[in-house]
């Protein structure tokens, strides 16, 4: 069965190709009364739009938000109904994409397309196309406000932390990064020297017709404990699922992920300490879930992104008439995903923890055991 929905108490359906008329989404289970900062939407949108820097595609897209639905019309705010967005296509150019309408580009997810429908939007990627997160990013947007206003101190930040082989993970410290000082450089990297090592790497790969991935950090501060819906849906289950589930993602680390092989139980382990009323760990290495629930301390993961597949010098390839051919690709491309990819992260977390929320709120009610500190439960 087909799915382009994500969530279950608060659900986006996204929709839309790369060069069709439009991408948006229809979000189910915003609850009513929330007022909505369509500039924040707005905000958040261009955050990700193409052409934003000399780093990224030059497509040009406003990525003006619609909104058609589920707003109330004198107050602007949610009415509890279904909440639809529309971003129009404006910047669609499909004939600088022909070269890719019988020959499958290399590592991009155009064979894959065909072998499933026998059938595929082959004009800039179709579905397959990072255009499609707009809707995701909208949506993203209006949990980030949701979750907001009833946790004011969350801080849900991505970065750049590592493109090719240049890594600021040593260089940062991770809980002071703020999303003002990402945003201040064009590769969304916080730390400014390899910031600017990193966009000369960026710009000499795409010169030379080539491209780089790396490394996307998320940190996710003043999230209360008891988000996560174990087993299945556990809060390391689902954020990874978000992830990969984002094009050209190709791997998650939670906390100290596949380092803790390195290490020993003893070495491992975060050791409990009530601070006041408030349960915490002396290290993180959990990332700040266990159980699949989170535990309060910051959420910790680390996200890669391979370099993109569309590359501009010719490769070896085969079309969809049985030949083994050469491709020579055209169009416009990011010559690295990752600065545009921050705000999609930061946009999956916000959708994950929303859902994560209402879930909560209807099995066990708001507040829950966790956010009123040691639990005494003599007796019980
Ligand atoms: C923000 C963003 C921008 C992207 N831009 C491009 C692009 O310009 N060219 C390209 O070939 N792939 C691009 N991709 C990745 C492809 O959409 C993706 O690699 C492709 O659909 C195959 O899917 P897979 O890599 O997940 O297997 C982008 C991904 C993201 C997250």
Known sequence: MANNTFGHAFRVTTFGESHGAAVGC?????????????????????RRRPGQSHLVTPRNEDDAPEFLSGLDLETGKTLGTPIAVVVRNQDQRSGSYSEWWHTYRPS?????YDAKYGIRAWQGGGRSSARETVGRVAAGAIAEQLLLSRFPALRICAWVERVH??????????????????????????????????ETAILTAKKQG???????????????????????????????????????CKGVEVGSGFSGADASGLEHNDHYAWQGSTMTTATNRSGGI??????????????????????????????DAGNNVELQAKGRHDPCVLPRAVPIV????ALVLADCWLRQRGQVGDPWPGLAGPLHRDGR
Do not use: W
């Open 165 to 198: 082989t240049i890594d600021a993970r040593a260089l940062l410290d991770p809980l002071a990064v703020e999303r003002a000082q990402v945003d201040a450089h064009p590769t969304r990297c916080p730390h400014t020297a390899s910031a600017v090592a990193i």
């Open 346 to 349: 930061e946009a999956m977390t």
């Open 108 to 112: 991009h997810a155009d064979f894959g």
């Open 290 to 319: 266990q159980g699949g629930i989170s535990n309060g301390m910051p959420l910790d993961l680390r996200l890669v992104f391979k370099p993109t597949a569309t590359v501009l010098k010719p490769q070896p390839s085969a079309d």
């Open 26 to 46: 229809v979000i189910d289970g915003c609850p009513p009364g929330l007022t909505l900062d369509h500039a924040a939407v707005a905000a958040f949108l261009a």
């Open 210 to 248: 080539d491209s780089l991935g790396g490394y996307i950090r998320l940190i996710v501060q003043g999230l209360p404990p008891g988000f996560g819906e174990p087993v299945f849906d556990k809060l390391d289950a689902l954020l990874a699922q978000a992830f990969m589930s984002l094009p050209a």
